[in-house]
């Protein structure tokens, strides 16, 4: 189901014959890139925006994609579908490409600071997602920390560091990671603050992009270059479907009831066809159910556990 | 002047005829990888590392380079060099390529947490790092932070941003900077407390070696790619030496009063001779003198500022 200006979409719609069943639910509005989510909340009922999620929360679609403002998703999303049972705070995930699959790296936005019993509900999510995303049973996770001081890190990510060994023995927990193991692949799923998650994700962005433009530079330098680059052309090509970001689009809102996934706003079309496949892999895999009742168990093993301790 | 085992060094320094005049103090101790710093304070006075610093003390020395123990290396040259006037907390830089050459970022890992007096500083100190490392009159500055949200960043890098607006005019300040901004050398110094900078920088350093792999395998992957590769030995030479880390490697700890440069403990004799030039570059450059006097001068009005407002 599409939402939006029915004028607009209905020639897009018609040029791509397998889409000819689709159905379009005409919205006058739209919100905008710089409307603020509380603006959205107040006067954004006759949007796309939300009038796709508001399809969702009625059962009318299993899932929403979508390219729009992401605060404005995320509220939208909050307000509409609510939280998951003893989940105070959503986060987004993103997808890190490694020599062994993918990495689950989340929050890279949804918060700028969490605390310890956050980032507990964050590895717990994450883990659901993982499993949903992959069937591997049991992904591994690890804290994003740094590495190299004799006090590592802040105390509430040892805090947290603490609270999953305690109360999640069924975790596959690792301890902490440091930012280079998240492109080795240390870990299916890495876990930290929505701060430091979206600059470790743009940081690691920027440094492959400047690699990519070293790569080009060098292979049209010289004319045997020029050659030599035509001779492996496969080869480079595969190379570039592998930086391709649009092979890793798309960032679910995990702790949300319900399923919505943020396509990002330059994505091509690949880009946005795997945002939507993604979305489409989580319906009736049951994970909020199984996270749900993850944090109950949790939560409720953490409380003893800081009583025993008091 | 080379502080260490002398029978050890001695076989080391005649396999280089350069070397035949260099002075060797023997040091019958060294610090341990593992040391704490508390520890190499109040036993490792007969430590190289230590017997190193202290030659800087009483000028024998202009400059140190060490490859070993970080926490206790900035340990020792804090309580044997002192911090310069008004600077509370050392930062750890790191160079960052760009295809406009080098930026700086600091704090790559001095301190898990910043507040916004000491990212003032920070800033202060890395803008006079970069005009004595490039000779560059007007360095420009940005403070690491994230874009998408309505309320960007913490709280205390929007004050951190507005001290340096207010009491800093004549500084290239341009705000905030987002991750992937790193790369493009958008700025010439990049702010940010030791956690986030440090986590930025690894995961980067992990996202340009899997690129690097990726290149590698797709490179050999068949007998025609070979050939291919062959015929540009000299552009991947080139893109080789780009991606090479020993090329950046030297974390200088600037606010401590003296000239001290940590080399990586992995890098190889490129990387050693890159952290000794970085060294020796600053000495005499009177970077330390210019940082203690914009210091004392930005918190006299940052000072001023919050009297106003009050």
Do not use: Y
């Not at 995303?133 to 920390?145: A, D, E, F, R, W």
């Amino acid at each position: 189901m599409f939402f939006g200006d029915e004028e607009a979409l209905r020639p897009l719609i018609a040029a791509e014959p397998r889409l000819k069943n689709a159905v379009v639910e005409h919205c006058a509005k739209s919100v905008a890139m710089t409307d603020k989510p509380m603006h959205v909340l107040r006067r954004g009922r006759d949007t796309s925006m939300w009038k796709a999620i508001e399809a969702q929360k009625e059962g009318r679609v299993h899932a929403v994609v979508s390219g729009g403002n992401t605060g404005a998703l995320m509220a939208v999303s909050r307000m509409q579908l609510g939280m998951l049972p003893g989940v105070d705070r959503p986060a987004v995930t993103a997808l890190w490409p490694t020599p062994r699959g993918r990495t689950v790296v989340l929050d890279v936005g949804a918060n700028v600071e969490a605390n310890e019993h956050e980032l507990v509900d964050f590895a717990i999510m994450g883990e659901a997602f993982f499993r949903a995303l992959t069937g591997t049973k049991k992904p591994t996770v690890g804290l994003l920390n740094v590495g190299a001081e004799e006090l590592k890190g802040h105390e509430l990510i040892r805090n947290a560091a603490r609270v999953l060994r305690e109360a999640d023995p069924d975790m596959a927990f690792k301890g902490f990671v440091e930012g280079n193991d998240i492109s080795l692949g240390a870990v299916d799923v890495v876990v930290t603050d929505g701060f430091t998650g979206n600059i470790a994700l743009k940081s690691a962005e920027g440094a492959a992009r400047l690699v990519g433009g070293w790569i080009k530079e060098e292979l049209t330098r010289s004319l045997l270059s020029k050659i030599g680059a035509l001779m492996m052309t496969g080869g480079l090509k595969n190379l570039k479907a592998k930086i391709d970001p649009s092979s890793v689009n798309g960032g679910v809102f995990l702790g949300v009831n319900g399923i919505v996934v943020k396509s990002h706003g330059g994505a091509d079309e690949k880009g946005v066809a795997a945002a939507i496949s993604m979305a489409a892999g989580l319906v009736g895999k049951g994970f909020r159910k199984e996270v749900a009742q993850t944090i109950a168990i949790v939560h409720e093993r953490a409380g003893k556990a800081l009583e025993a301790a008091e």
